[in-house]
């Protein structure tokens, strides 16, 4: 079942008060803008009206775990049908560019909601995100159907939800740039290597000081 809303303040609220009212496993709200949407570590979500792809989908599982939003992570690749890169652990990227962001909250034991931004037809973004974000509009050149992507999102997305956890970790090492190899800096303190995922779903990264685990924090790319 899809909810559609012109204007919002956040899909994820939206989502999780009908979660409360028992909306089953795979219930998605879309809005066209979002007037206060937000992304990990309380980031805004640049929410552009109607140019953006702006969802929320009850999840009910067992419990989060971070391999959850990785997952959802490969589910938005699959479903852009571009080429494109995941940023451990919930950025979509092409050349380098953020295109999509996802975020999992728990609304109640055994529920989850995922809220998913994606920025479909931006023609252009304010200058402070110019370097940092992308749309599918201005990386192909003409403008997407976002019915169809809508689609194609709730279903990759809940199919994705389901598989176990070593699957999800061999997908993502597989469709990550960012996991193995790749020169980083966290949080604009940490340098280091990542080296691969831990059993968990967790950032390895070969420092100076050794192997430091990754539980959350903002990835980029750093040159020494």
């Given at each position: 079942?899809?909810?559609?809303?012109?204007?919002?303040?956040?899909?994820?609220?939206?989502?999780?008060?009908?979660?409360k009212?028992?909306?089953?496993?795979?219930?998605?709200?879309?809005?066209?803008?979002?007037?206060?949407?937000?992304?990990?570590?309380?980031?805004?979500?640049?929410?552009?009206?109607?140019?953006?792809?702006?969802?929320?989908?009850?999840?009910?599982?067992?419990?989060?775990?971070?391999?959850?939003?990785?997952?959802?992570?490969l589910?938005?690749?699959?479903?852009?049908?571009?080429?494109?890169?995941?940023?451990?652990?919930?950025?979509?990227?092409?050349?380098?560019?953020?295109?999509?962001?996802?975020?999992?909250?728990?609304?109640?034991p055994?529920?989850?909601?995922?809220?998913?931004?994606?920025?479909?037809?931006?023609?252009?973004?304010?200058?402070?995100?110019?370097?940092?974000?992308?749309?599918?509009?201005?990386?192909?050149?003409?403008?997407?159907?976002?019915?169809?992507?809508?689609?194609?999102?709730?279903?990759?997305?809940?199919?994705?939800?389901?598989?176990?956890?070593?699957?999800?970790?061999?997908?993502?090492?597989?469709?990550s740039?960012?996991?193995?190899?790749?020169?980083v800096?966290?949080?604009?303190?940490?340098?280091?290597?990542?080296?691969?995922?831990?059993?968990e779903?967790?950032?390895?990264?070969?420092?100076?000081?050794?192997?430091?685990?990754?539980?959350?924090?903002?990835?980029?790319?750093?040159?020494?």
């Amino acid at each position: 079942m899809i909810h559609r809303l012109e204007s919002t303040a956040s899909t994820m609220i939206d989502a999780a008060n009908l979660a409360k009212q028992g909306a089953p496993h795979g219930t998605a709200v879309v809005a066209e803008r979002q007037t206060a949407g937000i992304g990990r570590h309380g980031h805004s979500w640049h929410s552009e009206q109607a140019n953006g792809l702006y969802l929320s989908i009850v999840l009910r599982l067992p419990a989060a775990a971070p391999t959850l939003t990785m997952a959802l992570g490969l589910a938005v690749q699959q479903a852009l049908e571009v080429h494109s890169d995941l940023r451990w652990p919930n950025d979509v990227m092409i050349n380098d560019r953020k295109v999509a962001g996802i975020m999992v909250q728990s609304a109640e034991p055994g529920v989850l909601i995922a809220g998913i931004g994606i920025n479909v037809n931006h023609a252009q973004f304010p200058p402070e995100l110019q370097s940092i974000a992308t749309s599918l509009r201005i990386e192909t050149g003409y403008v997407h159907d976002k019915e169809a992507l809508l689609q194609r999102v709730l279903t990759e997305s809940v199919r994705y939800a389901n598989l176990d956890k070593p699957e999800i970790l061999k997908r993502f090492e597989a469709n990550s740039t960012y996991v193995r190899g790749k020169q980083v800096i966290v949080d604009e303190k940490l340098r280091g290597v990542t080296v691969g995922l831990d059993k968990e779903g967790f950032l390895q990264l070969q420092t100076e000081g050794g192997i430091e685990t990754i539980l959350t924090g903002g990835l980029r790319p750093f040159q020494a």
